[in-house]
C-alpha cells in the first residue's frame, strides 16, 4: 500500500445562474470527512493551497481569480480521493462555510445542508412514516419501514428538527448520497460480502477490546400511539442495568416483546468494541460489513457491521478510522 500514489479530486459543480464553470481541483492540503448512521449530517472540511488562482477560461494566462471570489455558501461539492488515479466518489453535499484568509478551509455538509434552510408545516390525523419523509424532504428514494406514525403535529419546524424528533423515538435517518434511509439501523448499501481485513497486515492501529457484557438488564420498549396512546412492553431485571428504547408506530404488546428479545440478544452478544484505523483503500462507509481476521488473537474474529467512519486525507497519507457497531 506504501507504494500506491495518493490522489484527490474535488470538484465544484457549474452554476448557470452565476456563469460560474465547473471548477475542478486536483491538489489539496488535506481532507477530513465524517459519516455515520447515528448523526443526521455527514461532514466534510478541505484545506486548500493558498496560491490557487483561475483564469477566466481555458485561454486566460492572468489568473487572477480566487476560490473565495467564485464560491458561494450553498455551492455544490464533489470529494474524490484514492491512489493511482483511482477516485472513488467519498463526499457530495454543499458548502457551509469558506474561511476568508489563507490557506482556505471549506467546511460542507450532506444534503441535510438544505434541510436545514426551510421551514415546513405538517398537521396530520395519520401519516406514515415514508409519506412523512417525502413530504418534508422530497427525497427520491426513500427506505423505510411501513410504519404509521399516528397523528402529526409541526408547526414552521425545519425538516431536521422533524428528524431529530424521530431520532428520540428510535428512528435514525441519513442520506447515502441521493437515497434516504430512516429506521433502519444500518442500511442495506454495502452491496457486497463482508470487506475482509486482516489485522495483522492490512489495521495501522487498532483499539480493540472486548465489548462489556452486563450481568443483568433491563430493557424498557415503549411506543407511542394515536392520540397518545402508550404501549410498553419490559423484560429482564429491574436492578440490572436499564435500557430504554422508544418506538413510533407499534401497535401491540406482543411486538414490543419481539423487540425487546432481539435488543436483548444485541446487548449480551460477547464482541468487540473500538476502532481500526486502515489505509484508504478499499473504501468504506458506515453500515457496511467488515470481516475481522487474525491469526494471533482469534478472538478478534468476527464480522461486524461499521457505526462510524472518519477518512483523513494529508501530507501523513490517506487513512480510513472505522468504529465497529454491531457484531453480524
Known amino acids: 500500500m506504501s507504494t500506491l500514489a495518493m490522489c484527490a479530486r474535488v470538484i465544484f459543480p457549474a452554476v448557470s445562474s452565476r456563469n460560474r464553470k465547473e471548477i475542478k481541483i486536483t491538489w489539496v492540503n488535506s481532507v477530513s470527512i465524517q459519516s455515520s448512521f447515528k448523526d443526521l449530517t455527514d461532514t466534510a472540511e478541505v484545506v486548500l493551497p493558498r496560491n490557487i488562482r483561475f483564469g477566466k477560461d481555458k485561454n486566460d494566462k492572468t489568473k487572477t481569480e480566487t476560490l473565495n471570489s467564485l464560491l458561494q455558501i450553498g455551492d455544490s461539492i464533489e470529494i474524490y480521493l484514492g491512489y493511482n488515479n483511482n477516485y472513488p466518489l467519498e463526499f457530495t453535499g454543499y458548502i457551509q462555510e469558506i474561511s476568508t484568509g489563507f490557506p482556505v478551509t471549506i467546511r460542507c455538509e450532506d444534503r441535510m445542508y438544505l434541510l436545514k434552510r426551510k421551514s415546513v408545516n405538517v398537521s396530520r390525523q395519520s401519516i406514515k412514516l415514508k409519506d412523512l419523509l ?36 428510535g428512528l435514525y435517518t441519513y ?35 472486548m465489548k462489556e ?64 484505523t486502515l489505509f484508504g483503500k478499499p473504501s468504506l462507509q458506515h453500515s457496511m460489513q467488515v470481516n475481522l481476521i487474525s491469526k494471533k488473537y482469534s478472538e478478534k474474529n468476527g464480522i461486524y457491521y461499521i457505526d462510524c467512519v472518519k477518512k483523513e486525507f494529508n501530507q501523513n497519507g490517506y487513512r480510513q478510522i472505522i468504529t465497529l457497531g454491531d457484531q453480524v
Open 134 to 169: 417525502s413530504t418534508i424532504t422530497q427525497a427520491a428514494y426513500i427506505y423505510c419501514p411501513d410504519m404509521d406514525l399516528g397523528a402529526v403535529r409541526y408547526s414552521q419546524m425545519q425538516p431536521t428538527q422533524i428528524l431529530a424528533k424521530l431520532k428520540d423515538d
Open 175 to 209: 442520506f447515502n448520497n441521493n437515497e434516504l434511509y430512516s429506521g433502519i439501523r444500518y442500511g442495506d448499501i454495502s452491496g457486497d460480502d463482508p470487506t475482509i481485513i486482516e489485522l495483522e497486515k492490512n489495521a495501522i492501529a487498532e483499539t480493540l477490546k
Open 213 to 276: 457484557v452486563p450481568e443483568k438488564i433491563y430493557i424498557r420498549e415503549y411506543s407511542i400511539g394515536a392520540g397518545g396512546a402508550k404501549l410498553e412492553a419490559t423484560l429482564g431485571d429491574p436492578e440490572g442495568d436499564t435500557y430504554v428504547f422508544p418506538h413510533v408506530g407499534v401497535a401491540s404488546e406482543d411486538t414490543l416483546k419481539t423487540l425487546a428479545e432481539r435488543d436483548k440478544k444485541r446487548i449480551m452478544q460477547p464482541g468487540l468494541d473500538g476502532d481500526i
